[in-house]
């Protein structure tokens, strides 16, 4: 009888193989039994990739007994190949040869992948084992996982709640222990949101740290992919595995090695994060107004416990008032952009039609769900002429000045701790009538995303609402290339609460 905690570690599944308790094939049945049962109630998974995953488990057992056979250990093993055995999940918006990706979009219902994403390509040559492609907002773009084509996604925490977006599917299936981790993508907070209401640990890394080759696109210039995991150390081993460079991808930073062996040589060194000293800088904008008072006092219980090692600061970061419009203004001129690919010619289904001529037109208005069109609409109308000065190049300015704020902000801090979110997750229905109120959602994640900065959420306990205890979330944002330093004060942060 297997035996595997609710939150399973990568840790935790390497000591199960190293007392020789099961074969890798044993343990990939196990986790996709352990699946199935769980998401008939979560509904996170598009689909298995069952044979894919059996046929590596295989491989991998083969593996492990060549190098018994030459004496090597376990431990060798690990080294070679870190994520040997390890069952995780893809949101399915990210490539993989041979199988369908969707992105949860009619518009592509049965698109078989022709390649795979180098990110996928990582975790394959590391030993991991993908299960299943799972559920997503529509192309991404939604905050709750309401979105999708196919089907609802519920927060395994609350009954009738939302799982967040638009990697509900992957935060989801992570929170709820169906797989060790998986791989979500963050556009405006898009891994980090859904890591909060979902109890679990997301990174969004440096923009260009990770290869996009292969993952569909929704903003270029802010969409990026990151680990969500069950504790801080698999997070950061993930994301040394993904952060290599890559010639496919013309915005993959080609100097990050230098943090790349960093977070790897953290990894293998536990105690690393006990010597930390920072200057934590407290942004006053992102405890304003709006958000939940209790979430509020939670923030603080940690500022007050964090302060007996590190110096604790107020800062200001003046131009976050004017992070959502230029979010949503950069964000859906390069979604229109991006989906005028999708024509009814290049990808299936095709509208039948008597005059061709209305493909085009007919094939976006039936495929295309409601929110992808709203985006599409905003994205075309502020990028059409007469229009594309006073928004789009006008967002780009206070862009740049934003990015700007926070770079003078950390010439005097180290890294930024304030809230994930400014609500707990909230019910089904409760905002699809009021997009603004939805957009509002992601009120503390999307800064990161356009100043195209590390930033990360960790679970910091619970609230009890209506009889259910629901999760909080802290969230650490720091400068380019400090991934090591967020990590390590996510680990101390880990410890406290």
Same mark, same amino acid.
């Given at each position: 009888?297997?035996?595997?905690?609710?939150?399973?570690?990568?840790?935790?599944?390497?000591?199960?193989?190293?007392?020789?308790?099961?074969?890798?094939?044993?343990?990939? &049945?196990? *986790?996709?039994?352990?699946?199935?049962?769980?998401?008939?109630?979560?509904?996170a998974?598009?689909?298995?990739?069952?044979?894919?995953?059996? $046929?590596?488990?295989?491989?991998?057992?083969?593996?492990l @007994?060549?190098?018994? %056979?030459?004496?090597?250990?376990?431990? =060798?093993?690990?080294? %070679?190949?870190?994520?040997?055995?390890?069952?995780?999940?893809? $949101? =399915?918006n990210?490539?993989?040869?041979?199988e369908?990706?969707?992105?949860?979009?009619?518009?592509?219902?049965?698109?078989?992948?022709?390649?795979?994403?180098?990110?996928?390509?990582?975790?394959?040559?590391?030993?991991?084992?993908?299960?299943?492609?799972? /559920?997503?907002?529509?192309w991404?773009?939604?905050?709750?996982?309401?979105?999708?084509?196919?089907? $609802?996604?519920?927060?395994? *925490?609350?009954?009738?709640?939302?799982p967040?977006?638009?990697?509900?599917?992957?935060?989801?299936v992570?929170?709820?222990?169906?797989?060790?981790?998986?791989?979500?993508?963050?556009?405006?907070?898009?891994?980090?949101?859904?890591?909060?209401?979902? /109890?679990?640990?997301?990174? @969004?890394?440096? #923009?260009?740290?990770?290869s996009?080759?292969?993952?569909?696109?929704?903003?270029?210039?802010?969409?990026?992919?990151?680990?969500?995991?069950?504790?801080v150390?698999?997070?950061?081993?993930?994301?040394?595995?993904?952060?290599?460079? =890559?010639?496919? +991808?013309q915005? &993959?930073?080609? +100097?990050?090695?230098?943090v790349?062996?960093?977070?790897?040589?953290?990894?293998?060194?536990?105690?690393?994060?006990?010597?930390?000293?920072?200057?934590?800088?407290?942004?006053?904008?992102?405890?304003?107004?709006?958000? =939940?008072?209790?979430?509020?006092?939670k923030?603080?219980?940690?500022? #007050?416990?964090?302060?007996?090692? *590190?110096?604790?600061?107020?800062?200001?970061?003046?131009?976050?008032?004017?992070?959502?419009?230029? !979010?949503?203004?950069?964000?859906?001129?390069?979604?229109?952009?991006?989906?005028?690919?999708?024509?009814?010619?290049?990808?299936?289904?095709?509208v039948?039609?008597?005059?061709? %001529?209305?493909?085009? #037109?007919?094939?976006?208005?039936?495929?295309f769900?409601?929110?992808?069109?709203?985006?599409?609409?905003?994205?075309?109308?502020?990028?059409?002429?007469? !229009?594309?000065?006073?928004?789009?190049?006008?967002?780009?300015?206070? $862009?740049?000045?934003m990015?700007?704020?926070?770079?003078?902000?950390?010439?005097?801090?180290?890294?930024?701790?304030?809230?994930?979110?400014?609500?707990?997750?909230?019910?089904?229905? +409760?905002?699809? /009538?009021?997009?603004?109120?939805?957009?509002?959602?992601?009120?503390?994640?999307?800064?990161? /995303?356009?100043?195209?900065?590390?930033?990360?959420?960790?679970?910091?306990?619970?609230?009890?609402?209506?009889?259910?205890?629901?999760?909080?979330?802290?969230?650490?944002?720091?400068?380019?290339?400090?991934?090591?330093n967020?990590?390590?004060?996510?680990?101390?942060?880990?410890?406290?609460?």
């Open positions: 009888m297997i035996k595997i905690s609710g939150k399973p570690t990568i840790l935790e599944i390497q000591s199960i193989y190293m007392s020789n308790q099961v074969t890798v094939l044993e343990l990939i &049945n196990f *986790f996709l039994q352990r699946n199935k049962e769980i998401d008939t109630k979560i509904q998974s598009l689909r298995y990739t069952e044979k894919l995953a059996l $046929k590596k488990a295989i491989e991998l057992d083969e593996l @007994k060549s190098y018994l %056979d030459k004496g090597k250990s376990f431990e =060798d093993l690990f080294l %070679d190949y870190p994520l040997f055995g390890i069952p995780y999940a893809l $949101k =399915d990210i490539l993989v040869e041979n369908i990706a969707t992105s949860a979009s009619r518009v592509m219902e049965d698109f078989v992948a022709p390649y795979s994403a180098t990110v996928y390509k990582l975790l394959d040559a590391s030993g991991g084992v993908l299960i299943s492609q799972v /559920n997503l907002d529509e991404a773009v939604g905050c709750s996982t309401e979105n999708s084509a196919f089907q $609802k996604t519920n927060n395994p *925490f609350g009954k009738n709640r939302v967040g977006g638009s990697s509900g599917g992957p935060a989801a992570v929170g709820s222990g169906q797989v060790v981790f998986s791989l979500g993508s963050d556009t405006g907070g898009s891994i980090r949101q859904p890591s909060a209401f979902c /109890n679990a640990v997301g990174m @969004k890394p440096t #923009y260009g740290a990770v996009r080759y292969g993952v569909m696109s929704l903003a270029s210039s802010l969409d990026q992919v990151g680990p969500i995991t069950n504790c150390a698999d997070n950061e081993l993930i994301l040394a595995i993904l952060s290599q460079s =890559d010639s496919k +991808d915005s &993959n930073l080609t +100097d990050f090695n230098e790349n062996s960093a977070l790897f040589q953290d990894y293998y060194t536990p105690d690393a994060s006990q010597n930390a000293k920072f200057k934590i800088g407290i942004p006053k904008e992102y405890y304003s107004e709006g958000l =939940d008072a209790r979430i509020k006092a923030l603080e219980a940690l500022q #007050y416990a964090l302060s007996e090692k *590190f110096e604790i600061v107020p800062v200001s970061l003046p131009l976050t008032k004017y992070g959502l419009s230029i !979010y949503y203004i950069t964000m859906t001129v390069e979604t229109a952009a991006n989906f005028e690919r999708y024509d009814g010619v290049r990808y299936s289904p095709q039948d039609l008597e005059n061709k %001529d209305d493909l085009f #037109y007919k094939f976006r208005e039936k495929y769900g409601d929110e992808p069109k709203r985006r599409i609409m905003l994205g075309t109308y502020t990028s059409s002429s007469g !229009y594309y000065d006073a928004y789009y190049n006008r967002a780009n300015q206070v $862009k740049a000045m990015q700007a704020d926070f770079a003078k902000v950390f010439q005097n801090v180290d890294l930024l701790l304030c809230p994930t979110t400014p609500e707990l997750p909230f019910k089904f229905g +409760d905002k699809t /009538n009021n997009p603004l109120a939805m957009y509002l959602s992601d009120a503390m994640v999307y800064g990161a /995303n356009l100043a195209k900065l590390p930033a990360i959420s960790i679970p910091i306990g619970f609230i009890n609402e209506a009889g259910e205890d629901l999760p909080v979330a802290c969230q650490i944002i720091g400068p380019e290339r400090a991934e090591v967020i990590f390590r004060l996510a680990k101390e942060i880990e410890k406290v609460c």
